[in-house]
């Protein structure tokens, strides 16, 4: 992956989504939403995020061999995160940027992200954090802004790779545990619909290797590390 202070210009193919509207009149883009696609090819995702009876659509699509495309334009909303909540935040279409990373998903076999493809996810997200005003704590994923319903990008995702390079948060060695799981993912950003959905969604990004939905000891010493973070 490479470094901030290497960021290149990364070529965007354009293939315009009809599946677009206006923002909102005044609203900052201040979040960026990443998922996987979830569909069997790369192909089948371009295809529906471009139907209009679909009616769902990205600002960005980034393949696994690293090809980005374009299929909304940043000034406009795209319909990507759906009912989503983040930070008291809600309906975030209209101030987030949505990117698409090609990945099967859960449902049809889940894998690793290669390197070359969050190579070029981390390029695309340097450049969108230049152009707006995103703060590390809104970099999340989709399962983190709509837990009852969405598990992407997923556990596999290289959050830590993205924070180490500018994109995001990674905390370092975890600290004091909090005392109230649901409190601490309420101030994290989180919607909390019910303690263990979104602790699993919490544990899909920050503490990958144990997604669980159980407030065990280490994911409360994590709670504590993200909720310093996110609020220093």
């Known amino acids: 992956m490479t470094s901030g202070a290497a960021l290149r210009d990364i070529p965007v193919r354009d293939l315009p989504s009809p ?21 069997q090819s790369a192909q089948a995702a371009l295809d529906r995020l471009r ?12 393949e696994e061999d690293g090809t980005v495309w374009r299929l909304v334009p940043e000034e406009r909303r795209a319909f ?4 989503s909540n983040w930070r008291g935040h809600t309906a975030l279409n209209g101030r987030s940027i949505g990117i698409e990373v090609v990945n099967p998903g859960h449902e ?7 390197a070359l493809q969050m190579a070029a996810v981390c390029d695309l997200c340097l450049g969108i954090l230049r152009r707006h005003p995103i703060p590390a704590r809104n970099v999340v994923g989709h399962s983190d802004v709509a837990p009852d319903r969405k598990q992407d990008p997923g556990e596999l995702f290289d ?10 948060l990674w905390p370092g060695p975890d600290g004091a545990p909090v005392a109230d799981a649901g409190a601490a993912l309420a101030a994290i950003g989180y919607p909390v619909p019910d303690l263990a959905t979104a602790l699993r969604a919490f544990q899909r990004h920050w503490l990958p290797a144990q997604v ?8 409360m010493a994590r709670l504590g590390a993200v909720l310093a973070a996110a609020t220093a």
């Open 19 to 39: 599946n677009q509207d206006d923002r909102p009149a005044g609203m900052p883009v201040d979040t960026l939403v990443l998922h996987y696609t979830g569909m």
């Open 51 to 62: 139907d209009p009876a679909a009616a769902v659509s990205s600002h960005y699509v980034v």
């Open 80 to 83: 990507h995160a759906g009912v």
């Open 108 to 114: 049809w076999g889940y894998r690793p992200f290669p």
């Open 159 to 168: 959050w830590p790779g993205l924070a180490r390079n500018g994109v995001g």
């Open 212 to 219: 669980s939905g159980l407030a065990d000891p280490a994911t």
